[in-house]
C-alpha cells in the first residue's frame, strides 16, 4: 500500500492504472474510521480492480466555531484498516497543498443542499462538494463511495456529478449499526457513556416511525411528531420527512422517502436517517 500527499503524485498514479485499464474506486474520508468507513471499502475493493481511500481531514466544511481542531487523527489505526481492507492508496493531502494561499475558487450545489444540515451548517455542502471535487479530480476513479448515513451529503454529490458532467459512480451504502442501533460515526467517539445511551433514542425513534409507515401511517406532520416526541433525550436540531432525491418535504409518504434528524446529545452533534421506498 502506497501513501500519497500531492494531487500530481495521485493523477500520476490513476494516469498509470487507467493506461492499463484497471478501474479504481475511491472512498472519501476525514479518517478516524470505523466499521462503516470500512463497509465501503470493502465496497470498493469489490467492485473495482484497485481501491483508493483519500483521507483529509477538510478545513472548509467545518465553521469556525465548529470541531475542526478536536475532530479525531488516528492515520497509524486507519491505514491498518485501509490494509485489510484492500486499499492500494492512501491519499492524504495536507492542508496548505489543498487550499494553498489566495485559494478563491469553490464548488455551490444549490437547491438539494438547502435545509437539514444545510441548514443548521450552511457553509458545510460549500466545503464537501469543493473538497470532493478536488479528490476526484486529483484521484481521476470510475466509482466513489459514500455512506448513507449523510444521506444529504450523497444527494449533493450525487447531484454535483450529474450536474458537471463528471463521469463517476457515485455508489451510496447502508448504514452501519453499533449492535445497539447507534449509527457509527467518527464523532460517537465524543460521548461520554451518559450521553451515548441518551443518543440510542435517535435510532429507536427511526425504528418506530418504520413501524408506524408499515402499519399505513401516511401523514408526514404525524410521524415528524411522532419521531420528535421519542427524542426528549437529546437537544432536536431537526426531524424533516423528506423526499430521497431531491431533499424536498414532504406531505404524504410516497416515493423514496427519507426521515431525516439531526440532534445534540451534549456538545456532539448526532445526525441518522431511515430511507425507503413507499
Ligand atoms: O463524509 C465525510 O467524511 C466528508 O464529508 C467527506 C465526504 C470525506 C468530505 O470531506
Known sequence: MTIIDTPEAMR??????RALGKTIGLVPTMGALHEGHASLMRAASRGNDL???SIFVNPTQFAPHEDFNQYPRTFDADSRIAEATGASVI????????YPERYSTYVIVEDVSQGLCGGSRPHFFRGVATVVTKLFNAVLPHRAYFGQKDAQQCAVIKRMTRDLDMDIEIVEMPIVREPDGLAMSSRNAYLSAEERARALCLSRSLFEARESIEAGERDAHTLVAQVRAGMADVQVDYVELVDGETMQPLERIAGTVLVAIAAWAGKTRLIDNIKFEV
Open 51 to 53: 481501491a483508493v481511500l
Open 12 to 17: 500520476a498514479w490513476s494516469f498509470e492504472q
Open 91 to 98: 491519499y492524504a493531502p495536507r492542508a496548505s497543498t489543498m
